[in-house]
């Protein structure tokens, strides 16, 4: 079973920056879709943004523009970089890796991001 393990969350006035990083337990990289998912107190849990095993990306319409995912391979570690935060980005940011084979997804424990001043 694949274990995701998130940190980089905190506290941010809006317009700040935060880099979350999530490190997988194997590395999946060239068989998931690695992503990250957020939610917010009272809402659902929401999709942010994608990679793709070949390295293309998506992203919500939210986010685009100010979020930045990228991985290395080489430390195993996936980036989600947010920029220009907004009080409405705060949330539980959630990793995801989800296997387009099985339609297995496995989950981070999640790690707290707030935008206040």
């Known amino acids: 079973q694949v274990q995701l393990v998130e940190s980089g969350g905190g506290l941010v006035q809006p317009g700040g920056s935060l880099r979350l990083s999530c490190e997988p337990s194997?590395?999946?990289?060239?068989?998931?879709?690695m992503g990250w998912y957020r939610q917010a107190p009272g809402k659902q849990r929401e999709w942010v943004v994608s990679m793709m095993n070949g390295g293309d990306t998506a992203y919500a319409d939210s986010v685009k523009g100010r979020f930045t995912i990228s991985r290395d391979n080489a430390k195993n570690t996936v980036y989600l970089q947010m920029d220009s935060l907004k009080v409405e980005d705060t949330a539980v940011y959630y990793c995801?890796?989800?296997?387009?084979?099985?339609?297995?997804?496995?989950w981070g424990q999640g790690t707290q991001v707030t935008v206040s001043s």
């Open positions: 194997e590395s999946i990289f060239s068989i998931y879709i």
């Open positions: 995801n890796a989800h296997s387009p084979w099985n339609d297995a997804d496995y």
